[in-house]
C-alpha cells in the first residue's frame, strides 16, 4: 500500500484546511491510520489517529476541539479537518498506516506505523 497525503497549504490564524490521505490498495481501509506533524527543529508528534471502522478515535490535547478526523474506505481516503488553525500548528503532516488488519483502537505510538505518505506543508501566518 502506498499513502498520498494532499490538502496543505497556507492560511491565515483562524482559518481551515482539509488534508487527505488516499491509499492505493482497497486494504488501507483495513488499517488504522494516525495523522502525524513535525515542525522545524521538534520531534514528530502524533495529532489524530482513527481506526479502520472509524469507531475509535484519538487526538492529541493540543488539537483537541480544532481537528476532525475521520475515514470513507469507499474512497480509500481518510481526512484531516483541521478548523482555528494556530501559527504553532506550522508542521509538516504526514498520514500513516499500521499495517495491521481490523484492528479495534487505533495506535498511539508512532513505531506502530510502518506504512508512511509523503507528507504535506501547512503553514499558519497570524
Known amino acids: 500500500v502506498q499513502l498520498q497525503a494532499s490538502g496543505g497549504g497556507s492560511v491565515q490564524a483562524g482559518g481551515s484546511l482539509r488534508l487527505s490521505c488516499v491509499g492505493s490498495?482497497?486494504?488501507?481501509?483495513?488499517?488504522?491510520t494516525g495523522w502525524f506533524r513535525q515542525a522545524p527543529g521538534k520531534e514528530r508528534e502524533l495529532v489524530a489517529a482513527i481506526s479502520w471502522s472509524g469507531g475509535r478515535i484519538y487526538y492529541a490535547d493540543s488539537v483537541k476541539g480544532r481537528f476532525t478526523t475521520s475515514r470513507d474506505n469507499v474512497k480509500n481516503t481518510v481526512y484531516l479537518q483541521m478548523n482555528s488553525l494556530k501559527p504553532e500548528d506550522t508542521a509538516i503532516y504526514y498520514c500513516?498506516?499500521?499495517?495491521?488488519?481490523?484492528?479495534?483502537?487505533?495506535?498511539?505510538?508512532?513505531?506502530?506505523?510502518?506504512?508512511w505518505g509523503q507528507g504535506t506543508q501547512v503553514t499558519v501566518s497570524s
Open positions: 490498495e482497497r486494504t488501507f481501509g483495513s488499517y488504522g
Open positions: 500513516a498506516a499500521d499495517g495491521v488488519r481490523f484492528r479495534t483502537a487505533p495506535f498511539v505510538s508512532s513505531d506502530e506505523y510502518h506504512i
